[in-house]
């Protein structure tokens, strides 16, 4: 069983920059895909970005490349989110996940959820 905690989110003006942390425990942190996901008032919940095992590899939704950045640190068992340029609509709830699964599209292949935290990118 895996734990995720999410930390770092907060009230921000457009154009600034927030990073997320999620620490992970009770499990072998570099056996998993790490995601982050988000779910914004009245939206199903989307995959921002995840990361492979090592780090070596990662994806970006369409919404956020360019702007965001993900990271690993298997010897702390954390994944980061590093969002920069942050606009109105990244406003959401923000959620670590744990995913046992290769190439991880889709919420269905995680397996383990933080609580989530909240992002809030003022006009």
């Known amino acids: 069983q895996v734990q995720l905690v999410e930390s770092g989110g907060g009230l921000v003006q457009a154009g600034g920059s927030l990073r997320l942390s999620c620490a992970a425990s009770?499990?072998?942190?570099?056996?998993?895909?790490m995601g982050w996901f988000r779910q914004a008032p009245g939206k199903e919940r989307e995959l921002v970005a995840y990361?492979?095992?090592?780090?070596?590899?990662?994806y970006y939704a369409a919404p956020v490349a360019g702007r965001f950045t993900i990271s690993r640190d298997n010897a702390k068992n954390t994944v980061d989110l590093q969002m920069n340029s942050l606009k109105p609509e990244d406003t959401a709830v923000y959620y670590c996940a744990a995913s046992i699964a290769t190439i991880p599209l889709h919420e269905r292949l995680y397996n383990y959820w933080g609580q989530g935290t909240q992002v809030t990118v003022s006009s």
């Open positions: 009770g499990g072998t942190f570099s056996g998993y895909f």
């Open positions: 990361i492979s095992r090592s780090g070596s590899g990662s």
